[in-house]
């Protein structure tokens, strides 16, 4: 595990309404934290907060990274940052498309903070916005979505943004779709900390999903790698270190590529690609859930490069 300045892991139990929603909260550095909900599926009782967010407090207000699942889901992680900071939330980083990136951005707006996302973020948040509030009213239940609305970016990037505010400086970089195409890390150097969105899945299997780019999620992780950080935030699970967010995503994608090209060269099929081996990676959460579409979506997508 990397070598955390102030280590701190806090249990706060959030009340909305009648709902408890958990998140664990790590702190990094003096002014960073990670905001990690569980590794299980959106549920009612976590508002569509299965996701790990970032928090970077400075003299001049705080920068959230990723707004939250819900509109509720966003007041809950509100009241977390209050116990945390008196700072004002200014400024909200959605990292990708999926919903807990950015579905909760109403809110943030309500409270005077300014949106950032990459434009290739924003297109995947308004071609999928209507079906991911159609699958969150199944998931978390239509009470706990009241009040969610569509909300997008006042500020929007091509490859790179950098974010001042106090004496903070961070950097926003997307380099190539990974699990969305809007795929976007951030870099804070201050602290020799990268919030990955969904770049970067831990202790839990990633998902390979029709709108994932299995090819171009290495080169996204090869970028955030290459700064060499000393602490990594996923987009799932609990702060890391490199070698850690290696072995549980590259080298999942990097298997699982490796296999399906020699299933393909051997003239495999769509049917018989679920069987592809991916054993190494048993120890992940949610593996036999979701290996074996992985491997389908993945011949999908390499057939034909």
């Not at 909305?16 to 550095?29: F, L």
């Not at 290459?226 to 609990?238: E, I, K, R, S, W």
């Amino acid at each position: 595990m990397t070598r955390i300045l102030t280590s701190l892991i806090l249990l706060f139990t959030l009340l909305t309404g009648p709902v408890r929603a958990e998140m664990t909260v790590t702190q990094i550095t003096a002014d960073s934290f990670a905001l990690v909900g569980p590794t299980s599926n959106r549920s009612p009782e976590n508002l569509g907060n299965n996701s790990t967010h970032g928090l970077i407090v400075t003299s001049k207000g705080a920068i959230l990274i990723d707004a939250g699942g819900s509109y509720q889901g966003a007041q809950a992680i509100h009241t977390l940052i209050r116990s945390l900071t008196d700072q004002p939330v200014k400024f909200v980083i959605n990292t990708g498309g999926q919903d807990h990136r950015w579905i909760g951005n109403s809110y943030w707006k309500e409270q005077g903070a300014t949106i950032i996302a990459s434009a290739d973020a924003v297109a995947d948040q308004t071609a999928r916005a209507s079906m991911q509030q159609t699958a969150l009213t199944a998931l978390i239940g239509a009470d706990k979505l009241s009040g969610t609305t569509p909300a997008y970016a006042d500020i929007t990037f091509d490859e790179r943004y950098d974010l001042s505010l106090g004496d903070t400086t961070l950097h926003l970089s997307h380099v190539a779709a990974a699990h969305t195409p809007g795929d976007t890390f951030v870099w804070h150097p201050a602290a020799k900390t990268v919030f990955t969105g969904d770049i970067v899945y831990i202790r839990r299997i990633l998902g390979v999903m029709e709108f994932s780019s299995g090819a171009t999620w290495l080169d996204a992780f090869d970028a955030l790698a290459a700064l060499h950080p000393d602490h990594v935030v996923p987009g799932h699970g609990p702060v890391t270190d490199l070698a850690t967010a290696t072995r549980d995503t590259r080298d999942y994608l990097d298997n699982l590529r490796s296999k399906m090209r020699d299933y393909i060269d051997e003239g495999g099929d769509i049917i018989g690609s679920v069987d592809v081996d991916q054993s190494a990676f048993a120890y992940l959460e949610n593996f036999d859930t979701l290996a074996r579409r992985n491997a389908q979506e993945m011949f999908s997508q390499m057939e034909w490069e």
